[in-house]
């Protein structure tokens, strides 16, 4: 899935403003280099002038962040470094940490989406990828967990 895609649909979920999004990731790096003008071109759809596609360093340093601002930050443990690539099942592993989701909750997640997922589909996702039951998240698997994520928190 389109990082970009991933960055509006949690902001919108979360009714971020710009700025909420650049203090998210300097939670993890406060000299992390974005401003809000950078933000706002990230929001924008691909046709549309100013467009800026969202990198990996980006997505990670605000999914990072995203978990400390929900979660906290645990002052007996170092921050972990931040990924170089992020693939769809990072994605979904980090967000299931922001948002403390255990199995049912992710369960649940996907039905209110339409998307029912079996045990053993979820169990995949969160594998190592050198696992032989590895399963990679599709963008339509993740896009129906946004969807459902949504309607979990903004209320159906």
Do not use: Y
């Amino acid at each position: 899935m389109i990082h970009n895609d991933v960055l509006r649909s949690i902001r919108f979920m979360l009714d971020f403003s710009d700025g909420h999004v650049v203090d998210t990731c300097r939670l993890v790096d406060p000299a992390f280099a974005l401003d809000k003008a950078q933000v706002q071109a990230m929001l924008k759809r691909e046709e549309d002038a100013g467009f800026l596609e969202c990198s990996d360093a980006v997505l990670a340093h605000f999914l990072d962040g995203l978990i400390l601002h929900l979660r906290g930050r645990d002052p007996n443990r170092p921050l972990r470094p931040v990924e170089k690539r992020i693939n769809n099942n990072m994605v979904l592993k980090k967000l299931r940490v922001a948002f403390e989701l255990q199995d049912i909750d992710m369960h649940d997640v996907f039905e209110a989406a339409g998307f029912p997922v079996s045990k053993p589909e979820l169990s995949a996702l969160f594998r190592t990828p050198d696992h032989r039951n590895f399963r990679a998240c599709g963008d339509q698997m993740l896009r129906n967990f946004l969807k459902g994520l949504t309607l979990r928190v903004r209320g159906g």
